[in-house]
């Protein structure tokens, strides 16, 4: 029996790096200074509002301030009060990409802190991600595993961006109202209002580094921290410039944290090469900052999609 000739196939050619493929490297830890990811939640005249406000004017230490307001000026009632001042951008439709732009307009606009007010329209509120889910079932059959695939995006998308903006960034939510029967002072039961769970994605609290929770009585609740001073703390009318200054001891105690300004000038620069595009965007990516927020012109963008788009038109032009 004549064995056939072996077959020579021609090995695949080895592909050019792109953005993303870069190696996984474990390196030292080390304590970074960091900026605030505040959240409040509480029922309605629980005085969210207002803590978180005077919170993200302590926090952005006579810097500027700008208000994220979805609450139909609520906050601007405040203007005057104490000292704080702010700009504020109104908002009357929420969906998850217009907040991502708002984010990337004031990151542009360079404000050291940021109020939103609140973010639990953009979960339920008009053209949020539950009426986006919606809409995408609605085209697919009302399927609702298609729905969620175009809204899961949006909603993670506008968490990176929250995430990445380069200040401080507090944001109140509205709680799911519940009653419970309590025994007053005399033992009579008599019902009480209770705020059991923010009105956004199922345990977004994780994405925060502490997460209060208000009640009626004006009484902050600290159900999570990661800054020591403020763990399990329950302070009744909370002095929000009391604690913006327990977390900036916290969050200043570290070494000098990346700055997201810096990494994009070295993506500007005239000099630039794919290259050196594809290292700055390993690099970022190394430091979490890929989602930082970014206006290109009119489009909000990321700064990890900012530096690919350059380093592939510089490759586009190169092999012209």
């Known amino acids: 029996m004549t064995l056939p000739a072996p077959k020579r196939t021609a090995q695949p050619a080895p592909q050019e790096a792109e953005f993303g493929d870069g190696e996984f490297v474990f390196r030292p830890a080390t304590k970074e200074q960091a900026k605030a990811r505040v959240a409040l939640m509480g029922v309605s005249g629980s005085g969210k509002t207002w803590t978180g406000l005077a919170l993200a004017h302590g926090l952005a230490a006579g810097g500027r301030l700008a208000v994220i307001d979805t609450e139909r000026g609520s906050a601007s009632k405040y203007v005057g009060t104490r000292g704080i001042q702010f700009d504020t951008l109104q908002m009357y439709r929420y969906d998850p990409r217009d907040l991502v732009k708002a984010l990337a307009v004031a990151a542009k606009a360079g404000f050291d802190a940021v109020l939103i007010d609140s973010l639990s329209h953009f979960w339920k509120g008009t053209d949020g991600t539950l009426e986006q889910v919606d809409r995408a079932k609605a085209r697919y059959g009302n399927n609702s595993f298609a729905g969620w695939k175009e809204g899961t995006p949006m909603q993670n998308q506008m968490i990176d961006a929250l995430l990445s903006y380069p200040g401080h960034v507090v944001a109140t939510m509205r709680a799911h109202t519940e009653w419970s029967l309590e025994r007053?002072?005399?033992?009579?039961?008599?019902?009480?209002?209770?705020?059991?769970?923010?009105?956004?994605?199922?345990?977004?609290?994780?994405?925060?580094?502490?997460?209060?929770?208000?009640?009626?009585?004006?009484?902050?609740?600290?159900?999570?921290?990661?800054?020591?001073?403020?763990?399990?703390?329950?302070?009744?009318?909370?002095?929000?410039?009391?604690?913006?200054?327990?977390?900036?001891?916290?969050?200043?105690?570290?070494?000098?944290?990346?700055?997201?300004?810096?990494?994009?000038?070295?993506?500007?620069?005239?000099?630039?090469?794919?290259?050196?595009?594809?290292?700055?965007?390993?690099?970022?990516?190394?430091?979490?900052?890929?989602?930082?927020?970014?206006?290109?012109?009119?489009?909000?963008?990321?700064?990890?999609?900012?530096?690919?788009?350059?380093?592939?038109?510089?490759?586009q032009a190169g092999a012209r």
């Open 184 to 315: 007053n002072k005399s033992g009579v039961l008599e019902p009480k209002r209770l705020g059991t769970r923010a009105e956004q994605r199922r345990d977004v609290e994780y994405e925060f580094d502490v997460v209060g929770s208000m009640d009626v009585d004006t009484t902050l609740t600290v159900i999570k921290s990661r800054c020591p001073a403020l763990h399990k703390q329950v302070l009744k009318e909370p002095d929000g410039a009391q604690v913006a200054r327990q977390l900036l001891g916290w969050l200043e105690d570290g070494a000098r944290a990346a700055d997201p300004g810096e990494y994009l000038e070295r993506a500007q620069a005239p000099d630039a090469t794919y290259e050196g595009l594809l290292a700055l965007y390993a690099e970022v990516e190394a430091r979490g900052l890929l989602a930082s927020p970014y206006l290109d012109g009119e489009t909000p963008t990321s700064l990890g999609e900012y530096i690919r788009a350059r380093g592939t038109a510089l490759k």
